[in-house]
Every structure is written in structure tokens, then in C-alpha cells.
């Protein structure tokens, strides 16, 4: 609750950096919120218009919540409204055309504003979670009327904030409508329910992009995760667990994750060998894998393994001569409802590159550029990595990489094999025609 107050008390001082004698009003205000996983997903529809009926070119949008991993905006014509981020918890938008009346759909996912309450369960216990929020939208504007519907993921609720009007259908909770709520309204909404769904974070995501020229890039990912829910209080029972349908309701025993339709060659090994307890389902637009971690996975327990495989290059490298352009998934789907800490991905190119360029999606912290030295390399092979932090299932998009590479270099591998096997025969050659003996032969008459 602490956090969240310092949180309102933060976006109370922004107000000083806007102007204060701003005439947009908030004629109407409708709120979803899907706590139905571990992230807290909200999608407002806000429609607004200026008093004195000047054009609204921008609006000022807070976000309450924290941990904010994904945020983006659409006008009533589905086009994208630019978001340009003043802070944590300040945005601005821009509209594609300035109109007097605006009509918007703000999206935002949040990752940590759902916590387990109590933070320790047994193993045949249920999970219960708490949300703290705010009961309205936090506006720098007035609001004429406003209506908030949150989904949860069961009908078990154990207490929620209670201001009339609301209503209670089954995990379904309505709020308002709230007529004249004034800017900056800061009423606490608070709700306390069962969540039995796994709440896992991957803490480390290191995925690695080998290019080849020779038709193929072989993709591997590194995954250290934690259940983040309700930490498993005393000690597990294997025989409770198979035996009771009821055990572990919130343990995480098996995941699909999604891989390209093209991909081949797919591994999945922890620290202890391959993992056989697996299961790949092709599809026509992507393989559907079901991985099973060796032990299922409790509040507060780690597991960490390395998925690979292998796709043909020309679905994602186009060229123009000696110019080429990568264009893959930045991140990929490893969970439903998924949420990363930290994801570190590394490309490595050929021998050979230059004019090396990236065009992420999203702004990503650039790490310096490094060298890697492989089998028949000389030089070596340039790496490209970067990192960010804070991803969601909403960041899987594509980053593009430019960069230069003569295809005379494609003969450099041949050549050394080559060469080697060249050098061998010479030698061979040289060592069958030399004479090792010790003594010397000598003729008699």
C-alpha cells in the first residue's frame, strides 16, 4: 500500500511541469481490468474534449501502476497515437490529427502489481493474491463519468474496495458508473482473491543469433526462471502431488512454448542432459512445444535450461548485392502471460561484416560491440548485443539488421579446408618419400 501512495504522491508532482489552467475535459472514461494471470492488463477507452472547444493536439496520461512494461495507443480511426514517455509514470500523446473532441484506447501491461497474499502456502493450499490500483483513473483532467470492470481468474473473492455503485457476477467485478471525479483522484481500490494461475518470471533470458551465409542461422536460448507466486511453505510430497488432483494447483508442471514452423534440429537440455519429457506439435504457422521441467516448479523455486534450434536463413535475410538486412523476433513466445526481467540477445554475423547498423522496435541499451572466434575463422565474427529489461508477451516485434558482407568472403571457408587438406597431402607425400633407417645398403661383387 506504501509503495503505491509514494507512487501517487510522485505523479502529484509532475503536475508542476504542465500546465496547470488546461481546459480538457474527460466527458467519459471506461476501464478494463484483466487480473485473471499474474500481469495486470488494462485497457481504458477515454474520450475527451476542450471546454473552450480549442483542437487537442496532445494529452497527458499517468500510469498509477508500477512495474509498467507495455503501454500503447490507438485513436477511433485504429490508427497508432505516438507516446512519447516524460518519465516512469508520465506520458504524452500525440494525435495524428488535432480535433476539439478525441476518442482514444490507451493499452498497458504491468508486471508486478499483483502480489501473493499470503506470501506462504502449503502444498494443497490455494493461492490467494492481492491488487492494489486506484479506484479511478488517475487524470490530470476532470472526469465527467467513468466505469471500471475488473476480470479475475475465479469467483473466490475474498474482499474487494466497496464504493456504490458496483455490482458482483461469478470473477466478474463492476465499478460505477462515478460521475464528476476530479483530477487527480486518489481513491485506493483494493481486492483480495484466489489466483491459482503459475506466477513465473524469467529472471536471465540470454538468446543468441548465429548468422550463416551458408543457408542457416541456429538460434539458442538460455531461460533461468522462478514461480514468483506464494512461496511453498514445509517440505514437498511427491505422493501428495501425484495422488491428489487438488496438489500444487499454482505449481507450474508444464508450459507450450511456440517455435517457427520452419525450425528443425530443436534440443532442450538443463545442467543434468537432454530433457525427453517434451512433447513438438507442427502446425501450418508455427510448432507447438510443450516443455516439461524435471520437477514441477513451487513458490520460490528455480529452474534453468537451454532450448535450440536450427532455420533456414532466407526466411529472414534479404540482399541487394553486397547489401543484406536480418529481420527476426527480438524476443519469442516462451509462456502464456510471460514476463521477463532482463533479456540479453546476441547476433552473431559472419566473418567479414562491416556497416553494421540495428533498428530495434523499442529502445534497448546497446552493449559494445565484440569479436568471437569460431571454427576457420581468422579475424573472427563480429557480435552485435544488446539488452532490455522489463518485456511482456506485447514485445514480441521485430528488430532489423542492416550490414554489408562480399560474397567473395563466402570462399574464404573453402578455401581454408582446402588449403588444409592441400598442406596434409603434402605432407603425407613428403614423409612416405623420406628414408628413416639407420643403417646404409652396400653391394658385394
Known amino acids: 500500500m506504501s509503495k503505491n501512495i509514494a507512487i501517487f504522491l510522485a505523479l502529484s508532482a509532475l503536475l508542476g511541469f504542465f500546465n496547470a489552467n488546461a481546459e480538457i475535459v474527460n466527458t467519459n472514461v471506461e476501464r478494463t481490468l484483466d487480473l485473471t494471470s499474474q500481469l495486470v492488463k488494462t485497457t481504458t477507452r477515454i474520450s475527451a474534449e476542450d471546454a473552450a472547444g480549442k483542437a487537442i493536439a496532445e494529452y497527458v496520461f499517468f500510469v498509477a501502476e508500477p512495474s509498467l512494461a507495455y503501454i500503447a495507443v490507438k485513436d477511433s480511426a485504429d490508427k497508432n497515437v505516438q507516446v512519447r514517455k516524460n518519465d516512469e509514470q508520465s506520458f504524452t500523446f500525440t494525435f495524428p490529427k488535432a480535433s476539439a473532441k478525441q476518442t482514444f484506447v490507451v493499452e498497458t501491461v504491468s508486471s508486478k502489481g499483483i502480489l501473493p497474499h499470503p506470501e506462504e502456502i502449503r502444498q494443497n493450499d490455494k493461492q490467494f493474491v492481492r491488487y492494489i490500483g486506484n479506484l479511478h483513473l488517475y487524470s490530470k483532467y476532470k472526469t465527467n463519468a467513468q466505469k471500471a470492470t475488473v476480470k479475475l481468474s475465479s469467483s473466490n473473492i475474498l474482499s474487494h474496495t466497496q464504493v456504490k455503485p458496483y455490482s458482483v457476477s461469478a470473477n466478474k467485478i463492476t465499478l460505477g458508473s462515478y460521475e464528476n471525479v476530479e483530477a487527480l483522484s486518489q481513491e485506493p481500490l483494493v481486492i483480495h482473491y484466489e489466483n491459482s494461475s503459475p506466477f513465473v518470471t ?105 532450448l535450440g534450434y536450427n532455420v533456414p536463413s532466407y526466411e529472414y535475410m534479404f540482399s541487394d548485392g553486397n547489401k543484406y538486412q536480418l529481420k527476426m523476433h527480438l524476443i519469442d513466445h516462451i509462456y502464456d502471460n510471460m514476463a521477463i526481467d532482463e533479456a540479453t540477445i546476441k547476433i552473431i554475423l559472419p566473418e567479414g561484416c562491416s556497416d553494421i547498423k540495428l533498428s530495434p522496435p523499442y529502445s534497448v541499451s546497446r552493449l559494445p560491440n565484440e569479436l568471437v572466434h569460431t571454427y576457420l575463422d581468422t579475424t573472427g565474427r563480429p557480435v552485435i548485443s544488446f539488452t532490455k529489461s522489463n518485456l511482456v508477451e506485447s514485445h514480441i516485434s521485430d528488430f532489423t539488421l542492416y550490414y554489408s558482407f562480399s560474397k567473395i568472403s563466402l570462399l574464404q571457408e573453402p578455401l581454408l579446408v582446402s588449403g588444409f587438406i592441400y598442406i596434409i597431402f603434402v605432407i603425407t607425400i613428403v614423409f612416405l618419400r623420406l628414408d628413416f633407417s639407420i643403417t646404409s645398403h652396400s653391394h658385394k661383387d
Open 202 to 306: 524469467v529472471n536471465t533470458l540470454e538468446r543468441t543469433l548465429e548468422i550463416s551465409h551458408w543457408g542457416n542461422i541456429a538460434v539458442q536460448e538460455a531461460i533461468q526462471m522462478t514461480h514468483t507466486g506464494a512461496k511453498l511453505k514445509g517440505s514437498f510430497s511427491r505422493y501428495d502431488f501425484q495422488k491428489e488432483g487438488r496438489s500444487g494447483q499454482s505449481a507450474l508442471k508444464s508450459y507450450k512454448t511456440y517455435l517457427p514452423a520452419s525450425a528443425s534440429g530443436v534440443y532442450y537440455r538443463d545442467t543434468n542432459g537432454n530433457i525427453s519429457t517434451s512433447n513438438m506439435n507442427s502446425g501450418r504457422d508455427f510448432i507447438e512445444l510443450e516443455l516439461r521441467p524435471r520437477f514441477p516448479l513451487f513458490g520460490g523455486w528455480k529452474t534453468q535450461y537451454t
